[in-house]
């Protein structure tokens, strides 16, 4: 099992001394561990690495340097440059001669660093950053609710209190609500491929419907050739994540 | 450190939390390690659970204090308990020391209920 090999590995950080009698005892907490996380779903493994990492790391830290806590009350002469230099050659020293411990930590830290980045950026993506439209904050979308298919959901997974507009509803709210600066309409996958020709190779892109107003409404430019007008608007397709696509 | 010292004759500082619910769970019954964090989980309503190197590094320092003690002797193993993992037992020592600190938690908890509730009143 790949997540055992990994703790193990990891208890190199301990000293032998301490490792030999309770390698494998702790392995298999660890595993016990992971089990009863495992059944809470999401990201509960994450949470029990990073713990079980901080717990072994800072015994391995307490059996290494048992005098580090109570070593130099009195600081160095030199102020501190000097001994922020001398704590420097020291570590330096200490990770030469024990280069497997020096190895597992260093892992350790890039994994920890690596995991935290992608969660950040994850975070960023969907949580933090704007969409990439003009005036994000103003943009809203509007659904219809029909309390009676309640209890009857549809074979399409569609929701009753999230409904989409029909083409004909979207015309009249358009033309007759004074609550909007612009308003489109947009349904992806339909069709949801489509070739695209004359431009190099032929290749096939996604595809949906849209209403005229929606790039103006949006504030983004076709990469290529233009959109089409709202007289043209009778039943274009294509277009839509070709020139969203950044 | 006072918490260090094996007779601890004054129960100040508090025994680190660990420590207490390791004392705790072995005051009925030795147990293997993961019946210690299987008893903690339960003492606690599942807020604390023992990573392992807090609780083999807790082990060992309690038994090298000698409030623990590691079972050796074949006829001491429990019934149907493998004797491939190490399992533990209070020692007199230890039952002296959770005594003491039991006894310290309860006075200051009387003390703490007594005054809150002859203050009741705003």
């Keep these: ?246 | 450190v006072p918490n260090a010292a094996p007779g601890r004759p004054e129960p100040f500082p508090p025994l680190k939390t660990q420590w207490f619910h390791i004392l705790t769970a072995l005051s009925r019954e030795p147990l293997h390690g993961s019946g210690i964090v299987r008893d903690v989980l339960k003492q606690t309503d599942e807020r604390l659970r023992l990573w392992p190197a807090t609780l083999y590094g807790s082990l060992e320092e309690l038994a090298s204090l000698g409030w623990i003690e590691e079972l050796t002797e074949e006829g001491d193993f429990p019934e149907g308990e493998s004797r491939r993992k190490r399992i533990y037992r209070l020692s007199a020592a230890g039952r002296k020391v959770l005594t003491a600190e039991a006894e310290r938690i309860n006075s200051l908890a009387r003390t703490a209920l007594a005054r809150l509730a002859s203050e009741s009143t705003p």
């Design chain 1, 1 to 246: 099992m790949e997540g055992s090999r990994v703790y193990r590995a990891l208890l190199r950080l301990l000293p032998q001394r301490f490792r030999v009698p309770y390698a494998e005892e702790m392995e298999e907490l660890f595993l016990e561990a992971l089990e009863a996380r495992r059944k809470g779903g999401g990201m509960a493994w994450l949470g029990t690495w990073i713990r079980a990492m901080a717990d072994v790391v800072l015994l391995a830290l307490r059996l290494r340097f048992p005098a580090a806590r109570r070593r130099r009350r009195t600081p160095l002469p030199g102020g501190l440059m000097r001994s922020f230099l001398a704590d420097l050659r020291f570590a330096s020293r200490t990770l030469r001669r024990r280069p497997v411990f020096a190895t597992v930590s260093i892992l350790t830290l890039a994994l920890g660093i690596g995991a935290s980045t992608t969660m950040f950026s994850v975070v960023n993506g969907v949580l933090l950053e704007d969409l990439p439209f003009q005036e994000p904050d103003r943009l809203v979308a509007v659904w219809q609710t029909r309390p009676e298919l309640q209890d009857h959901p549809g074979d399409d997974g569609a929701r009753w209190d999230r409904y989409r507009l029909t083409y004909t509803q979207y015309r009249d709210l358009a033309e007759g609500s004074a609550a909007y600066a612009g308003m489109a309409a947009y349904r992806a996958g339909d069709p949801d491929v489509t070739t695209l020709t004359g431009v190099g190779d032929p290749g096939e892109m996604p595809a949906g419907a849209a209403s005229a107003s929606l790039l103006p409404l949006l504030g983004v430019r076709p990469v290529l050739g233009r959109w089409f007008l709202p007289e043209e608007e009778v039943r274009r397709l294509g277009m839509v994540q070709r020139v969203v696509k950044r």
